[in-house]
């Protein structure tokens, strides 16, 4: 987690290198991303999934040719096979339903939900989820918590979530990192870090306007630019 | 890859329409292949002075086009130009003793042989040669006569 | 000083920086394209589909009133000399050599381009580009050789149908309703005309397709990803598309006489 500005969508880019990274290495399952030719990433990345904040979905494509899109691009199944993979992903998420819809016909909410179908159906080791809260109602932003949770635990795999919903994160994140400024600040598990009494934990933690992250944004003395001795 | 119906054919139609198209403008707008398929003979004739007249001019007998100028030379010997002439088969009884003259199309037109027929009972064929021809007529050379004549005429 | 230097040059830089940046694109695009072609047909039927067979009405159209106005200018012209029956030679030479590679490439960039130029770029604006590489699939190859391709096919033919069509414009604006005789229109035509006249207006179809194709795939590409860039890309691809044809169409016939 962390405040809007502080590279979170940037750390999770350079995880799945779509930044190359100007220093320093980033390893991931033991190897240096950085060192791997584009035929290696593009191996690595089959066992990620990533749902991006909008969800990302093809548009010229049906729901459900959009979850089958990763098999048809990897695999060479055939159309009775994908449906038996595709449907019970399609049902997990509550939109078996909805397979022949068009992503323009969908909300917020369930867009997310078929991009999570979509970024489950080539069983990946890791899970990156893009700030899978933003702006989405109370009921939707509760469906994707628990499916997040429910996920991981049913798939045993690793999830990485970047948000800054304190709420939402606590109810499902086993541990936590808090980033400001490009730094990590604190880590722990989400209570440990409601108790945290370092000024930005606490600021974040429990949304005060003022603090490390000042209200105000650099600006020239009040009084002088008022009275206009600054230009 | 699953394309529907309507994309295939629609695709297909374009495709063969354009294809179509540039077959239509490399044949039927270009003088080139008017021959090319047919039967033809091939024979020669020699002229002094060919003017303007160049390969792909058409032959024509009466006015109808019966085949085409394929190959212009000068020989060095005879000093003179030799036009080389494909006459579609089905023209195959033109006697022997036809001449041949280069003719203009209209007052500024382009140049092409006209045969006139002769009386003779041979024909022409593959390889025969036209022997009565008759040369260009250069505008500049009938203007310079003109004036000649004109001048000693007073 | 330098303030001035700086604000000529740097839109210069700039200038140069993007043309270096659409070069190597485009190396990457044509490394791209044998993979593509055979492994992906399907995906660049598809886009000839897009670009080429959805512009054939607006192609057709166009032709028919382009070859018809080329008809009654040239008559209008030509009646002064009694020369009518030149009108052919005319119309044709000036559709087979210029207008008909040159408008058809403005058209494909208004009808097909702006649609390719927005389409890429709205894909990534809401970060479809990015989610296809998080998928391990190449978006160049899946989304942006195939558009491309599509384009380099599409343009030849429709010049090919925009030529022929405007014959026939011509044709019965001059035979039809003018009253020029049917078989000096076309012997004239066929007799002025050469293979290799033909042959120009092809290359500059080829040269004008590739550069419309990669122009618009290249703006969408490159857009800014928001709304208002995805709409500056469209704008550009036009712009630059007919500046491009243009020029190049000058060069084309300058080294070809």
């Known amino acids: 987690m962390g405040p809007s500005g502080t590279g979170k969508t940037t750390l999770l880019k350079l995880i799945a290198r779509q930044l190359y990274p100007d220093r320093g290495q980033i390893i991931v399952d033991g190897v240096d991303i950085a060192t791997l030719s584009q035929r290696e990433l593009y191996e690595l990345r089959k066992r990620f999934g990533m749902l991006f904040q909008n969800g990302a979905l093809l548009t010229d494509m049906s729901v459900f040719e959009n979850v089958a899109f990763p098999l048809r691009e990897h695999t060479n199944l055939s159309d009775r096979l994908i449906r038996l993979v595709v449907l019970p992903k399609l049902h997990a998420v509550g939109l078996r339903g909805a397979a022949e819809l068009m992503p323009s016909e969908l909300s917020g909410g369930m867009a997310r939900r078929v991009a999570l179908a979509r970024a489950i159906v080539m069983d990946p080791d890791i899970l990156i989820y893009d700030e899978p809260f933003v702006g989405l109602d109370p009921i939707s932003m509760g469906v994707i918590a628990r499916l997040l949770r429910r996920m991981n635990d049913a798939l045993g795999i690793s999830s990485i979530v970047v948000s800054h919903d304190i709420k939402e994160l606590a109810e499902v994140s086993d541990r936590s990192f808090l980033i400001s400024d490009g730094h990590v600040v604190a880590a722990g598990t989400p209570d440990e870090l409601r108790n945290d009494q370092s000024d930005m934990v606490r600021q974040f933690m429990h949304g005060l306007p003022d603090g490390p992250v000042a209200f105000h944004y650099d600006a020239p003395d009040y009084k002088q630019q008022l009275l206009g001795t600054h230009k | ?154 | 000083m330098t303030r001035l230097l700086r604000e000529v040059f740097s839109p210069a830089l700039e200038f140069v920086r993007n043309f270096g940046a659409m070069v190597l694109f485009f190396v990457q695009l044509l490394r791209y394209t044998p993979w593509t072609f055979v492994r992906r047909f399907g995906l660049v039927v598809g886009q000839v589909y897009n670009a080429g067979a959805l512009s054939i009405v607006i192609i057709m159209v166009c032709g028919l009133f382009v070859g018809g106005v080329l008809g009654l200018q040239a008559f209008a012209n030509l009646e002064r000399f009694n020369a009518e029956e030149a009108t052919g030679i005319l119309a044709a030479f000036a559709l087979v050599k210029e207008i008909g590679p040159v408008i058809t490439a403005l058209l494909f960039a208004g009808r097909a381009g702006t649609a390719l130029a927005s389409e890429i770029g709205l894909m990534k604006a809401t970060d479809q580009l990015s989610a296809m590489e998080m998928m391990a699939v190449n978006p160049m190859q899946r989304v942006l050789v195939p558009r491309f391709l599509g384009g380099v096919i599409s343009v030849p033919l429709l010049t090919a149908v925009f030529t022929m069509v405007g014959l026939l414009g011509a044709h019965l604006v001059a035979v039809e309703l003018l009253g020029v005789d049917v078989g000096a229109f076309w012997q004239q035509l066929q007799q002025a005309m050469d293979v290799e006249d033909v042959y120009e207006g092809i290359i500059k179809s080829i040269v004008f397709g590739v550069v419309a194709s990669l122009l618009a795939v290249w703006e969408g590409y490159s857009a800014v990803p928001t709304a208002e860039g995805v709409g500056r890309a469209t704008t550009r691809t036009v712009v630059a598309t007919a500046i491009a044809v243009l020029i190049l169409d000058f060069m084309i016939t300058a080294s070809l006489i």
Not at chain 2, 51 to 62: D, H
Not at chain 2, 67 to 89: H, K, P, W, Y
């Open chain 2, 1 to 154: 890859m699953r394309q529907n119906l309507a994309v295939e054919i629609g695709t297909g139609l374009f495709v063969l329409l354009g294809i179509g198209a540039l077959f239509f403008l490399t044949t039927q707008t270009t003088g080139r292949n008017d021959f090319a398929g047919t039967d033809t003979y091939t024979v020669q004739a020699r002229f002094e002075n060919v003017g303007s007249l160049k390969t792909r001019a058409p032959v024509a007998m009466s006015g109808v086009t019966i085949g085409r100028v394929t190959n212009i030379e000068f020989d060095g010997e005879s000093l003179e130009a030799v036009v080389t002439l494909v006459i579609d088969r089905r023209f195959s009884q033109i006697p022997d003793d036809s001449d041949a003259s280069i003719l203009t199309a209209g007052l500024l037109g382009s140049q092409y042989i006209g045969l006139q027929a002769g009386g003779s009972e041979l024909y022409l064929e593959e390889g025969s040669e036209i022997l009565f021809t008759q040369s260009a007529i250069v505008l500049e050379n009938l203007i310079g006569k003109f004036l000649v004549k004109s001048g000693s005429d007073e």
